[in-house]
Structures are given as structure tokens and as C-alpha cells.
């Protein structure tokens, strides 16, 4: 199969969604079947605050926790409104944010944070003059700001502008909610169907029968990720989970050239966001690379910047330790993969 190919589709019982380039798995979105959804909105309660962190833990519906990490003003009781930023670890409280957003294909809207907004990945002056043009037209309530994606690139400009208008409308309901006084789920949050059609833009063919993943060889390939082994030419990675981190190791394999290590380690270096995306990992990351030259660091660290900068998961590049790692800090957008696979394949 040529070309792009996003399959909608379930696996078991819970929606996923795969993203392929050249038949090769570039993406995965799974959806989360016990956990709240990244995006979702809550009125949640003030429990107690966290000293020494300035934090302030948060009562959701039914039970659940959260944590909002700056608290500054808030006190126990207070109802306020939060937004899902990640998803938590075992025996964690969800992570929140109280800058709500309410993101859609082509715009983002933003309560409490007036002004208008161009994607700085736009470059082109007519194109950004043209979305002004749109923004400025656009009917938002007072004190909302907006910014505009660079999916809105080619696109046409009344969808643009109904986009803007559908996620104005939800963000002026949804921000009407907070006033209550106990807590409870205000929107679900997007699932990975809604998810595929706002962040997979590029054209590509769609493809939603039942039980696409299986014909198109999506499942061969997520069976795969069951194995903490990345293969890399003659070497390969293995990138494994620990309840602290997650340890990423290069080998050379049966290479035994001069230039092995240099050669395994740049590939490993490129591959490496995506086989953290495909498996859904994030947190602390620590690559113990293939044994090199410290002349050849400075290639490997523009090797990751490169990789990391075309990724859609935030990650911070924290530098070499002292034994020779390499450590990341990345955020948790996703839930791992391996016990989903684990339920349903």
C-alpha cells in the first residue's frame, strides 16, 4: 500500500485509530477505557492543597482524584474548572490544568486568554493575512482569544470559520457550567476517531469498514510492539517500562565495523519517537546508547532534536549523565499500549 492510510476501527470493544505511511504503523491512538480522556473537561472540588509542592489535589466525579499542580488563590471546597492534561500512573492522581482549551482541526479557543493567534509555522504573509482576516471576522465572546492552527493551510475558509464557530459556541456552554457546586463531567474529552480527523490533516485514504486494523495489517504490526525489541539493520533497541522509567537499550548487533556504534546510535536516535509513540510510553527516559566517542555526542543530540521536533508528543531533552545516558522528559499523552494488546489481541 502507497501513500497515507488512516484505518477507524475497534479493537474489541474499544475505538482506536491507526495512522499508516507506506503500510509502515506511524501512529496509533487507542482510546482509554478506564481512565478519563485527555482533553476532557470537569468542574472539580478543592479537596486539599500539597505543601511544599504548591499543589492542590482535586475531587472528580465518581471518586477519582486529581492534581492541579499551581493552586496559588484556591482553598478547600472551591469549585473550579479543570482540563485533563495526560494520563496518570498506577496509583496516581490525573493530572489537570486550569487553562482550558477547546481544540478542534483548525481552531483553538481560549477562555481567559484574549487575542488573535496565527500557527508561527505559517510563514507565508498572504496566507497569514487571509486567517487574520478569518479570526477577525469570527463573533467570540468577550475575554475568549483564538488561535489558528497550520492545518488551516489550504483549507477552505468557511470550514475554517464554522470550526471557529461550533468550538466558540461549546467553550460559552461549557464555561457557563462554572458556577456549580459539586462536581461533574462538563465535555468526555475526544476519542480517537475525533482525534485522527483533527490531527492527522495530511490527505490520506480513510478507511472505516470493521475490521479494517485486521485487513489492512494493523494487528501484525501491534503484535509486535509486545516485544520490548526495536530491530535497526544489523541491531536494534530494546525499550522497556520500569516503575521509575524507561530504560532504552542499543546494541550494534552482528555489525563489528569500525563506524557501528556511530551507525546504530544515529538510527536508534531516529527512531526513537516512534517507538515511544507506537507504545504509548512517556516520563523519564534513559538511553543507554551503543559505546561511542564522546566526540559523536554532538551528532546524536542532533540527531534527537531533529526526531523529536516533527513529533507530536512534548519532550524535553534533559542531556548525558555522568555514566554516559542520555535522558528525556516526556509527557504523558498516551496510556501504554502493551496491557491493551494484552486484553484484546
Known sequence: M??????????????????LVEGKLHDILIDATDAPRRGAIYRAICDRPIKGQGGMMLRLPEGDSAFLRTAKGLAPGQAILVQVTGYAEDGKAVPVTQKVLFK??????TPGAPGLN????????????????????????DGYG?????????????????????????ADSVMAESDGKTAEALTEGDGPHTLAWREWVEPAQVVTQAGGLAREGVLDQLA?????FHKLGEGGMYVE????????????????????????????SRALPLALRLRGLAGQITV????????????????????????????????????????LQRKRERLPIAPVLAEVL
Open 2 to 19: 502507497k501513500g497515507r492510510m488512516i484505518v477507524l476501527d475497534h479493537l474489541g470493544e474499544v475505538e482506536a485509530s491507526a495512522l
Open 104 to 109: 478542534s482541526r483548525y481552531a483553538i479557543v
Open 118 to 141: 496565527i500557527s508561527r509555522t505559517i510563514k507565508d504573509e498572504d496566507t497569514r493575512d487571509e486567517l487574520l482576516a478569518i479570526a477577525h471576522s469570527a463573533d467570540l465572546p
Open 146 to 170: 483564538l488561535i489558528l492552527r497550520s492545518s488551516c493551510v489550504g483549507a477552505d475558509s468557511v470550514e475554517i470559520a464554522e470550526d471557529i464557530d461550533a468550538m466558540a459556541a461549546l
Open 224 to 228: 509486535a510492539l509486545t516485544s520490548a
Open 241 to 268: 517500562p520500569t516503575r521509575a522509567l524507561v530504560a532504552v537499550d542499543v546494541n550494534t548487533g552482528n555489525d563489528t565495523s569500525p563506524a557501528a556504534a556511530l551507525k546504530i546510535n544515529l538510527a536508534a
Open 288 to 327: 543507554d546508547f551503543a559505546p561511542m566517542s564522546k566526540a559523536h555526542r554532538k551528532q546524536i543530540e542532533q540527531a534527537l532534536r531533529a526526531a523529536f521536533r516533527s513529533d507530536p508528543i512534548e519532550t524535553a531533552l534533559v542531556g548525558w549523565t555522568p555514566l554516559g545516558h542520555f535522558e
